[in-house]
Each structure stands twice: as C-alpha cells, then as structure tokens.
C-alpha cells in the first residue's frame, strides 16, 4: 500500500491564492453586474421644458454660458450680457441658432453660425418662425402693415415679399409651409366663400379652395378635407391631395365614417385623424394607400396626429405620441407600461429609452416584450434624472435635492453588448473560468 504523505506548505500557499484569485473574479462579476455605467461627468445639464425631447440634444450651463451639443461636442459660449435673463426655448433642429426669452414677453433668436442675435422688426410679438431648413426667418402680420409677409434673412435683410390684397373677410390665421414657399391663409368658418386661399411668395399665383386645410408640403403639395359641414369640429367624409403646379389631384380617399384632419409625419407618411374608437390611419403621402391602422388606450383620450412622431431606428420604424407607441410597419402597440411621454429608440431598433413624467426614472426597455432592462434611478440625492440618447450612449441630468442646483451632467455608457456575445467579452468571465480549472487541476494532483 502506498504511502501517504501530507501536502506541504507550498501546496497549500498555491491552493490559497488559486482561491482567493478565483473568490476576486466572483467579486469583479457581482460588482459590474450592472449593464450601464458612468463613464464621464460633464458641466450643464439637459434643457428642461419645451425642448427637453427636440429634435437636439444639447446640454447648457448657465454660469460659463456654454452649450453643448452631446452628439458632436460641438459648444458655443452665450455673450456675458445675455445670461443673466436667459431662458432657452428650443434649439432649431438645423443647429443654426436657438429661440430665447431675455426679459421680455417676446421671443428672440439667437444665430450660432453669425455669433449674433438675429434682428427682428420691431412689434413682431410671436408672429414668426425659423424655416426648417434654418436659412430664413417667416415672418407674418407686420405690424406696420398686416397684408405684408416677408422672408428674412438670418441677417435681417429682407429675401422675398409678398403684399396680399385687402381681405374683406376675417382671417383665422395663417401657415406656411416648412421653408416658406407658400402662403395659406385660413379663413374663418363662418365666413362665406373659399375656406382657403394659398399664395405662392416668389410669384403673383394663388390658389383658392372650398375645403379644410390639413398640411402643405415646401414642393407644392396640399392635403384637404371637405368642408360640406358648417363647423370646423364637424366630421369630413373624404381626404385629398393636390399639387398645386398644375392643379392635378393626385388621390382622393372617401372616408364615410369621418375625418378630422391629417399632419405629414416625413419620409412619405400622413396622419389621417379618424373619427371612432380612438384610432388614427397611416397612409402614403403621395399615393394615399393605405399602410396600417393605430389604435390607441381608451382612458388616454383620442391619438391626434398633430402629436405623433415619425422615428426610424435601424431597420425599424415606430410612431410614438405623448401617450403610447406602435410599430409603423405592422401598426401593432408597443408593450410599454405607463405613460410615455418621451420615448427614443436605440440604433438597433430593439431597446428603447423612456424618459417619464417629471424624469423619474429615465429606463430602458425591450421594445418587443416592454421588460426594463435598467433604470437610471439615484439613491435619493438627486431628483430626476432626464435622458436622452447619444449615439450608443445616454446622458442623464437630474436637480439635487440639498440645495437644489443641478447635478452634474453623467454620461452613460453600456459595459458589453447584449446577450451571450456581451458574456463573452468579459475578461473577468475568462479569469473565474480558467482559476476554476486550475484550482480543479491542482486539486486532482495533490500529493497522497
């Protein structure tokens, strides 16, 4: 019988560190357990308010004056003498400046690319806005002159003018289209006649119509509904498209149980606002067929198409408003528990990041099965935070509750993909794997 022999010091110091080696590696997975993880702190914080979810994400810190787009880094500093009364509106989704509150009840525009505010006649009040393609200032109603509108430059200088005749009726309002091609004016609903009249600004052409405005489009092309009813409020029972060029219609849909109105969502997409159980329609822009049907939550109200959001994300496109989501190619409701007031949706159109009502907690959820995959929740200190999406990043901000100044601006990144491939790139996996089989191996060759 062989003889046996106690393993020595040396064997046991191995078997010790071997162990304590293998305990670390446990330890390392537990603590970054965690999916996402600060990465970088930044001054500012995250607008609240009119522009918290605009079409930029962008950080502002009053004291230095500096804002910051998050995406390119790209930062402006405010003049000294503009912060003291600052109070951002919305920055322009073309970056090329920001609507501002100095003081006064009126708005004012300042012009990232000029590094100045952008001059506006004097009494303008409200009545004007940024074209979108954030060259020109649209400017209706001068004060000097009611019939006259003008299309400004960023620089002031006046680009194009159009003077209507005098109107014997009253006008409701008036719209233009997104880069100020055309002109509508809407008239009120009592008023006999034409319940619009469209004006070309860079010619003498006008265009009258019987029926209710829904949108125009910067090419020409306009969305009515009938107006056979005496109200406004009352239901239309077909939709059209006309392209004002040369007068063609280029679809006409009857719609018998009633139409409200219709918004273009882009990217060939229009909103029909159909009368029933709370349900909107999506149809092609230029051909009018019909593409998928929304419903939405009876206790959240009638979907407006006025309030829906077009997002394409990857190979996926949703449709989201203030209150659900849903899939714009199978027009199915997303399973996404609660309100949803903000929603963004990642790159791979899988994940999407929902920033709840008063920023508590900002999470992220499987879109197919609406399961939280994180929340950005802070341990009591800090009230909020707000998110926003940043690439393949999120930025969060929050107010901190001691004194109630804003909390750094935190950058959040994920630690590995998802899934097993993220498993697989953890080195820490790899070193529990291998001191686990060396702890087995040098316990199999002990001495005996």
């Not at 004016?185 to 006649?193: E, K, M, N, R, T």
Request: aromatic fraction near 10%; charged fraction near 25%; glycine fraction near 10%.
């Amino acid at each position: 019988m062989p003889e046996t022999r106690a393993p020595g010091w040396r064997f046991i110091l191995t078997l010790w560190v071997l162990f304590l080696s293998i305990a670390g590696c446990c330890w390392l997975i537990w603590e970054r357990r965690v999916a996402w993880h600060v990465v970088e702190t930044l001054p500012g914080r995250l607008q609240c308010g009119e522009d918290l979810h605009g079409a930029v994400t962008y950080a502002f810190d009053p004291p230095s004056g500096r804002l910051t787009f998050l995406d390119t880094r790209e930062s402006f500093v405010i003049p000294e003498q503009l912060r003291s009364n600052l109070e951002l509106v919305e920055v322009h989704p073309s970056r090329c400046g920001f609507v501002f509150y100095g003081g006064a009840s009126e708005k004012r525009f300042w012009s990232l690319r000029a590094g100045r505010e952008v001059p506006l006649p004097s009494g303008l009040s409200d009545s004007w806005k940024i074209s979108a393609d954030g060259t020109r200032l649209l400017t209706m109603e001068l004060p000097e002159d009611r019939r006259c509108f003008r299309i400004l430059g960023l620089d002031g200088a006046v680009i194009r003018e159009r003077r209507l005749p005098p109107e014997q009726r009253p006008v409701h309002h008036h719209v233009y289209s997104p880069d100020g091609a055309f002109l509508v004016l809407v008239y009120a609903d009592y008023s006999p006649g034409d319940r619009i009249r469209i004006y070309e600004m860079a010619s003498e052409r006008a265009w009258p119509f019987s029926e209710h405005l829904c949108d125009i489009s910067e090419d020409g092309t306009v969305w009515l509904r009938d107006a056979a009813a005496a109200s406004d409020r009352s239901p239309s029972t077909s939709l059209r498209a006309v392209r004002l060029a040369d007068g063609a219609q280029l679809w006409k849909l009857s719609l018998p149980d009633g139409v409200s109105g219709a918004t273009c969502l882009g990217r060939d997409r229009l909103a029909v606002d159909l009368y029933g159980p709370n349900t909107c329609a999506i149809v092609e822009a230029r051909t009018g067929r019909s593409l998928v049907q929304l419903e939405g939550r009876q206790s959240n109200g009638a979907i407006r198409s006025t309030s829906l959001r077009l997002h394409q994300a990857g190979p996926r496109c949703y449709v989201t408003d203030s209150c659900d989501a849903w899939s714009a190619e199978t027009g199915q409701r997303l399973s996404l528990k609660g309100d949803v007031p903000s929603v963004e949706f990642f790159d791979d159109g899988r994940r999407a990041l929902i920033d709840v009502k008063c920023g508590w907690p900002g999470r992220i959820v499987d879109v197919e099965s609406g399961a939280e995959l994180f929340a950005f929740r802070e341990p009591g200190a800090v009230v909020g935070p707000n998110v926003r999406i940043v690439g393949n990043r999120v930025v969060a901000s929050g107010v901190d509750r001691a004194s109630g100044t804003a909390a750094p601006l935190q950058v959040w990144e994920r630690r590995y993909p998802e899934g097993w491939k993220g498993h697989l790139q953890r080195p820490e996996l790899f070193g529990a794997i291998f001191l686990g089989a060396a702890l087995l191996s040098l316990w199999a060759n002990r001495p005996r």
